[in-house]
């Protein structure tokens, strides 16, 4: 008989124990809200949710690329933007004196100077402690001045790009060298000058009163505006392509997130359901625990008489 109520007693332990883990797990899937607390409880399904996960990572690290990568080209657009204004200041004012009997030349060849000096700051234009027209070489100013007479102006950058990858099958450039910008590189096309010496020839054949010279120099300056504009066009398509691949990112990673939250959230009637079926085995395992403990306490009593 005390065997045998032994092995109530243990069975019946085991059993309390059994229901107290269950009551303990379905207590922790409600408080956390999560159906996966350890990869036993669902293997495949942790496999998803690793490999879901990692997916996310990769969303969040390109979203990242765009976010660093956007501002140097917006910089480098506000800037272009001020570089076109130049030019067809320089422009009107050549038009000016060619279409007019200009006798004080003085206040537009001190024009002209004030707005190569802000062109040179243009060129030279850093995002953070970046020079966004150096090329790769953005540790250093694009341009350089050698005070004359006459001026010089050199660009001492390179030619290269940077590339920011935006989504896995596309990577977009985030820089435009200033060679191909302000024309060192004869970008805008056969018999043009650099925007520095256009201006400087410009002044040149103003202070000289060539406007034969002055009016031949119209096509040079149309071409570099032109140029510009070709630059400006191109940095407007690569934030474009940057925006779109953000929304694509931000799609990608709702619908993931989707996915994630139908293999590992908790559906809460459900849990609800379990927690009251567990909590009812464990009561029932209590009751027959407190059963059979009085059984062995009568058990104990009789056999000392």
């Not at 004080?104 to 234009?125: E, G, M, P, W």
């Not at 464990?282 to 062995?296: E, F, G, W």
Request: aromatic residues 4%; contains cysteine; proline residues 3%.
């Amino acid at each position: 008989m005390r065997t045998s109520l032994n092995l109530q007693i243990q069975n019946t332990l085991q059993s309390i124990a059994r229901a107290s883990d269950g009551l303990t797990a379905v207590h922790l899937k409600g408080t956390s809200g999560k159906r996966i607390l350890k990869p036993s409880d669902d293997i495949p399904g942790t496999d998803r949710i690793l490999s879901l996960r990692s997916a996310i990572n990769t969303i969040d690290q390109l979203t990242d690329n765009t976010i660093v990568g956007k501002p140097s080209l917006q910089t480098a657009e506000a800037a272009l933007n001020e570089a076109t204004k130049i030019i067809n200041t320089v422009r009107d004012i050549a038009l000016r004196v060619i279409n007019s009997s200009v006798t004080d030349r003085s206040t537009y060849l001190a024009q002209l100077d004030d707005l190569t000096a802000h062109l040179v700051d243009i060129a030279n234009t850093r995002y953070m402690d970046q020079y966004v027209f150096s090329g790769t070489a953005s540790d250093k100013p694009a341009v350089s001045v050698q005070n004359g007479p006459p001026v010089e102006y050199s660009y001492i950058g390179n030619a290269g790009t940077k590339k920011t990858q935006v989504l896995s099958w596309v990577s977009v450039p985030t820089n435009i060298p200033g060679s191909a910008v302000f024309n060192f590189d004869g970008s805008a096309g056969a018999d043009t000058t650099d925007v520095f010496t256009m201006i400087s020839r410009v002044r040149s054949a103003m202070e000289s009163e060539d406007y034969t010279a002055l009016s031949e120099e119209l096509a040079n300056i149309d071409a570099n505006h032109n140029n510009i504009l070709a630059c400006r066009s191109r940095l407007g398509s690569w934030m474009q392509r940057m925006d779109d691949a953000t929304n694509m990112l931000i799609d990608s990673k709702m619908r993931m997130r989707e996915l994630l939250s139908d293999i590992e959230d908790i559906d809460l009637p459900s849990v609800v359901v379990e927690l009251q079926t567990q909590e009812n085995i464990y009561q029932a395992a209590l009751a027959i625990s407190s059963r059979v403990m009085n059984m062995s306490l009568l058990s104990t009593q009789l056999g000392s008489r």
